[in-house]
């Protein structure tokens, strides 16, 4: 379902919604549970300096 959590969140602006910090992690991990490091990457990337142990722990692949 990483695609769907990817498309909600893509969708979450012309809803006059802002992600946060939950909300990345949480696309994170979907991506990084079906072993999607790209888009986990790109995603962990955008956050910048704003990342937590949340976020390094929702892709099992950044903790190496």
Excluded: H
């Excluded at 006059?16 to 990457?41: M, Q």
């Excluded at 976020?55 to 950044?62: D, F, G, K, T």
């Amino acid at each position: 379902q990483w695609q769907l959590a990817l498309c909600l969140l893509s969708a979450m602006p012309d809803c006059r919604l802002k992600p946060n910090l939950i909300t990345f992690n949480a696309v994170i991990s979907a991506c990084g549970n079906a072993s999607e490091l790209g888009p986990a990457l790109s995603l962990f990337e955008l956050l910048g300096t704003s990342v937590d142990v949340i976020s390094y722990n929702a892709v099992p692949q950044l903790q190496s």
